[in-house]
């Protein structure tokens, strides 16, 4: 497809299970961001991905959280032992990268995986 | 740190109406500044951007200028239509933040006939 698209679109989950949230970036774009919007705390950033690698890792809310790509392709957001505070939407986003330094490039975003924790 | 400040919504116009979203930064160095919108139903989509000084940012009727000696960004339509609900939400990315967006809360815009 020609989007960011996003998989499952939506996911219910019992409380301590864990959970792969899937994004399939436009084919080209070497970066890619997970954002989480909730109601509480709005629209935060996860983390990014230059390439396979990520250089910033700072929005991750606890090592309960993970993430990875591969084939500087598809990535996975992984959380494990849910709790229902990580009830939320989260968003993944693409551009084409520069790979440092700053960057206008538009973030083009996906329809977001809507996780609920039972 | 860096952060990003809207007027809260719910904002209710009638169409043809002026809008003006109200969004203030704080950041360090010169960030790039951004509005997103939010249609029902639909993904985030950027609506414009600017990225220095006195820039001024527009894309389908509204308008945005980067004004440094006050830290703002406003989003400005002349006539809104039922089609611009949505929710906006203003955005800054600085140097050095791996061009990781910073939101603000969004805004809600109704808008009936």
């Known amino acids: 497809g020609a989007g960011v698209s996003q998989s499952p679109s939506n996911k219910v989950t019992e409380k301590g299970k864990d959970v792969e949230l899937r994004c399939d970036p436009i084919?080209?774009?070497?970066?890619l961001y997970w954002y989480r919007q909730s109601l509480g705390q709005g629209l935060e950033f996860l983390i990014y991905?230059?390439?396979?690698?990520?250089?910033?890792k700072s929005g991750l809310p606890s090592d309960r959280f993970s993430a990875e790509r591969t084939g500087g392709s598809v990535s996975t957001l992984t959380i494990q032992r849910t709790q229902q505070e990580d009830s939320a939407v989260y968003l993944c986003?693409?551009?084409?990268?520069?790979?440092?330094?700053?960057?206008?490039?538009?973030?083009?975003f996906g329809p977001g995986t809507r996780l609920t924790v039972l | 740190g860096n952060s990003v400040t809207q007027m809260e919504g719910p904002v209710t116009l009638s169409e043809e109406a002026f809008l003006t979203i109200n969004c203030t930064y704080t950041?360090?160095?010169?960030?790039?500044l951004f509005w997103y919108v939010q249609y029902p139903g639909e993904g985030l989509q950027l609506l414009l951007k600017?990225?220095?000084?006195?820039d001024k940012g527009s894309n389908k009727g509204f308008e945005a200028t980067y004004r440094k000696e006050t830290t703002s960004f406003h989003l400005e339509k002349g006539s809104v239509q039922v089609s611009d609900s949505a929710v906006y939400f203003c955005?800054?990315?600085?140097?050095?933040?791996?061009?990781?967006?910073?939101f603000g809360a969004g805004t809600r815009l109704a808008v009936h006939p």
């Open positions: 986003a693409s551009s084409l990268g520069s790979g440092g330094g700053l960057s206008t490039d538009t973030q083009y």
């Open positions: 084919s080209g774009h070497t970066a």
């Open positions: 991905f230059q390439g396979n690698s990520a250089p910033d």
């Open positions: 950041a360090t160095g010169y960030p790039s």
């Open positions: 600017a990225t220095k000084a006195d």
């Open positions: 955005a800054l990315i600085t140097s050095g933040g791996y061009n990781k967006l910073i």
